[in-house]
């Protein structure tokens, strides 16, 4: 059984940081890749930001320059580091772990983290 707690989220006022954590727990062997993504209020889910196993990433180009994605494959957590935040963040963010592989299975499948709130707001 695999869980995962995002945590972070909260009300910041522009130009104001945040950084979001998501820590998966459970038999882990491991995780290909981990990405954020973010859904507004109206709008369809967007992809935030990726990073593979090896650290390669990738940016929305709305957030390139003000997030920073990182991960620690020890601790099966993946962090996203937000500065400089706008209104147009404000969203529900969620983790999401690409095929992430159980112990004794060579099988990967994708879990979702059920989000964690980020207002922008004066």
């Known amino acids: 059984q695999v869980q995962l707690v995002e945590s972070g989220g909260g009300l910041v006022q522009p130009g104001g940081s945040l950084r979001l954590s998501c820590a998966a727990s459970?038999?882990?062997?491991?995780?290909?890749?981990m990405e954020w993504y973010r859904q507004a209020p109206g709008n369809e889910r967007e992809l935030v930001a990726g990073?593979?196993?090896?650290?390669?990433?990738n940016y929305a180009n709305s957030v390139k320059g003000r997030f920073t994605i990182s991960r620690d494959n020890a601790k099966n957590t993946v962090y996203l580091q937000m500065n400089s935040l706008k209104p147009d963040d404000t969203a529900v963010y969620y983790c999401?772990?690409?095929?992430?592989?159980?112990?004794?299975?060579?099988?990967?499948?994708?879990?979702w983290g059920k989000g964690t709130l980020v207002t922008v707001s004066s």
């Open positions: 999401k772990l690409g095929r992430l592989r159980v112990v004794g299975s060579n099988f990967g499948k994708d879990y």
């Open positions: 459970g038999s882990i062997f491991d995780i290909n890749e």
């Open positions: 990073i593979t196993f090896g650290g390669t990433t």
